[in-house]
């Protein structure tokens, strides 16, 4: 009777147990009708845009809730971080940019806010380098012949970049001082208008992304010399790294990540970042990411990803000091 009456005890408690599992998990899945705003840092169509669609499809599926995406250009990212900030803080606006946002861009625009206090890296996404680009008229074939070109033409190469006071004006700086050239930058709005003028031979060279330069390097529109990541990219094989020919200085890359404001409740930063390593996790997803020059982004942690922009935020500044560059 007692070992009778226990084993009913036990069995009600497991089924009360078990009733509470399904009941938290369908509230974990229930479909939400608020919808996650997704502010893209960058222009209608461009890399930062695209990822944020691929990102906000995957979400949309993982989180069971309306996922939309509004692209954000203006001042290096400055005015999405300011959308996002003005935003209700619950975890239903979200941002989406590069590294360059916290590293590069306080150097070269005057703000009004500490981008490290305003936003906090939830996810790295994407990632990839910098490639050293030329003019196909350009007679050096490989990095060491146009080191040795530039010395042979002294104060006669220029080099271009997206935007004076980012990484593709810093790198010319750090392989000047690395190499002992005399490399001149042009800075550019944009690597599009850089890009044309490298085709056109009016600037020899350029440091721009790889999503950008890569279909034209396939096209044979301009010629590469070497790429600023750790190890080759699976996208140019071919191309060496700058460490390889000796230049670690130039090791570089550059991240796209899924942003938030600090203050958002640590179960909701939570929820976000899982949903998102998931989406990142799918096949489907890496493969596009392969088709635009992009690498998946690699599961750091917050905290690795926040100590990684403050060493590059010192390190760019450090440079940028050096040539007494002032922000506008």
Known sequence: MTILFHRRRLGAALA??????????????????????????????????????????????ELNQPV????????????????????????????????????????????????????????????????????????????PELIAYVKANPGKVNYASYSAGTLSHVMGLQLNKAAGIDLSHVGYKGSTPGLTDVMGGHVPLMFDAMTTSVPLIRAGKIKPFAVSLPQRSPNLPDVPTFTELGYPQLEALAWMGLWVTPDLPAATQTRLREATLKVLAQPATRERLKEISLDVGQPRTPDAMAQSLRADYERVGAVLKSINFKPE
Do not use: C, W, Y
């Open 16 to 61: 009360a147990a078990f009733a509470v599992l399904i009941a938290s998990s369908a509230f974990a899945q229930a479909p939400s009708d608020k919808v996650l705003r997704i502010i893209a840092a960058g222009v209608p169509g461009g890399t930062i845009d695209v990822v944020s669609r691929l990102l906000a499809d995957g979400l949309q599926k």
């Open 68 to 143: 939309i995406v509004e692209a954000k250009p203006g001042a290096g990212g400055a005015l999405a971080v300011n959308d996002l900030m003005q935003a209700p803080h619950d975890g239903n606006t979200v941002l989406v940019a590069v590294n360059s946002l916290v590293s590069e861009i306080p150097h070269v625009v005057k703000l009004r806010f500490d981008m490290f206090k305003e936003v906090k890296p939830l996810a790295e996404l994407a990632r990839g380098g910098l490639v050293l680009v030329g003019s196909p008229s350009l007679p050096a074939k490989n990095l």
